[in-house]
Structure formats: C-alpha cells, structure tokens
C-alpha cells in the first residue's frame, strides 16, 4: 500500500466515523427521494449490473436492495414514535382472520399445558406458561393492523408489554434480532429496537377476553409499528439472535424490516 500523502494519520476512526455519517446521510436522501436508480443500488450493494442477465443474478440484486431497505429503515424507525390508537367504537367487528391457510386448519393448542420456550441470547431460559405471563404487568392498546393484501382492522389487543419480559429474562438487547417459531411452521422475526417499542405486546386477550384459536391462542406478538405479516400467532418459541432470522413471507421476498 503506498503511503498516504495528505491525511493525517490519527484520524483514522474519526475519518470512518465521519464516512459512515455521510453514508447514513445519503441512504437517506436516496430514500426519501424514493428515486434510487438501479445502477446505484447495485454498485452501493456490491452487485455487478452489467452480469445481471441470470434470474440469480437478478435474485441477488432484488435481495441486497431489500436488505438495502432494511438498514434505511431501521435507521430512520423512530422507537419513541407511537402508532395510532382508537376509540372502542371504532373497533372493527368480527375482526378478519388470516393466515397462510383457511381458518379450518388453525392450531389448537391447550392454553393450560402450552410453554413458551426461550432460547438464544438470553439468561433465563425458564419455559413460560400462560399463567405465569398474565403474573407480569398487562397492558391494552386500540390499534390498526394493517395487511399487505390491502385489508386493515381495529382491534384491542392486551398482555405483557414485549420489553417488560425482555429484561425479566435478562435478555441481551443489544443484540440485533427476536426470532418466533409457531406452532403452524409459520415463524418470523423483527428487530430489537422494535421488540423494544412500547407498544409490542405479547398478546393474551383480544377484546378483555382470552385470544380465541383463529387470532393466535395462547399468545401472538402485537406489533402496531409494523406490517400484519410481522405479528406471529400461535408463537411457541422465541429466541434473541444476531444471526438473521428470516421469516414465513420474508423468505418468499417480501421486506423484511415492513415497518408503518
Ligand atoms: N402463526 C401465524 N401467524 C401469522 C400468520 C400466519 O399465517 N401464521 N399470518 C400473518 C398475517 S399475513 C396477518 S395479516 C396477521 C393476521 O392476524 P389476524 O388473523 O389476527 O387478523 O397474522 C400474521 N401472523
Ligand atoms: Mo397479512
């Protein structure tokens, strides 16, 4: 490597430091223009647009501008920002059902024998019941979920604010991901700063009632900040990971951070 001429060599951090602001400037810019062109996501992702005739190297490149979109989107979620809440009468009723099959094969699954496993980057690992989650403090929230396939519902959904029994397992939240496996093989994960919100909530009453089967019984994960596909049913096991977890659809190409 030849010698630097012209920079002074003790600001090697400063320099990176002051190089990684102006990259987090301009991803933003390019965001919020929404007019990122092809070319200057494939250069910002290492992809090579001039191979991109194979599906793979199309696969690729509609991968790294996903992830692309994640790390802008995770830089400009706000964790202080609340998502909308509702007056009771605007609930909507019945509230739809969805899932990647018809509501005649959701899981049934007994509340009163059911755990919750826990696993990864955590120091409790104690499996949970319902009736020990309903010993920690509830909280209600009126709240909008919205669907990618172009339907929303207001709905009221309780239980145990995700953080408050984030650090009653000593989770550590510095790591980057929450996973959720559940018991229909649908699994998917979000990121910290949002498992962090105030308003997730490890769900166990809709409408001051125990969750019924179709909506996720025992326990599903509220998360009004991002996209329905991002709100688990069913949930039989979380894990805190720094390895990227995936998810059911997110596998499938939609965005993964789908943040409102
Ligand atoms: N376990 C599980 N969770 C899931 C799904 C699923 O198929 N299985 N579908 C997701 C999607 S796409 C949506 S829109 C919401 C729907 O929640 P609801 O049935 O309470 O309306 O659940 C999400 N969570
Ligand atoms: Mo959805």
Redesign the pocket.
């Known amino acids: 490597m030849s010698k630097q001429i012209g920079r002074p060599n003790h600001s090697a951090n400063a320099f990176l430091e002051t190089r990684k602001t102006q990259i987090k400037h301009l991803e933003r810019r390019l965001f919020l223009r929404q007019g990122l062109s092809l070319g200057a996501l494939s250069m910002l992702s290492g992809c090579d647009y001039g191979t991109l005739s194979s599906n793979d190297g199309l696969d690729r490149l509609l991968r790294a501008m996903s992830g692309f979109n994640d790390r802008v989107q995770a830089l400009l979620f706000n964790p202080h920002r609340l998502a909308p809440t509702y007056a009771a009468n605007q609930i909507t009723k019945p ?6 099959y018809g509501i005649d094969d959701v899981p049934d699954i007994d509340p009163d024998s059911w755990k919750l496993e826990v696993s990864g980057l955590v120091a409790d690992r104690t499996p949970w019941s319902v009736q020990r989650l309903r010993t920690l403090p509830q909280e209600s929230q009126i709240t909008r ?1 919205i ?1 990618v396939e172009g339907w929303s ?1 207001i709905g009221q959904w309780s239980g145990v604010p995700f953080r408050t029994f984030l650090k009653r397992i000593g989770a550590d939240t510095t790591a980057r991901y929450v996973g959720f496996k ?1 018991a ?1 093989k ?1 699994y998917s994960s979000i990121d910290m700063a949002t498992a962090l919100h105030p308003q997730t909530i490890m769900t166990l009453d809709y409408g001051g009632d125990p969750l019924l089967g ?3 019984a025992p326990m ?1 994960l509220r998360v009004p900040t991002k996209l ?2 991002k ?4 949930i039989k096991a979380l894990f805190v990971t720094n390895t990227y977890p995936g998810g059911y ?1 997110e596998d499938q190409g939609y965005n993964w951070f789908s943040g409102l």
Not at 95 to 100: D, M, T
């Open positions: 509230f739809p059902f969805n899932a990647f979920l669907c519902a559940c229909d649908y179709a909506y996720g599903r329905g596909f709100n688990p049913k069913y659809w």
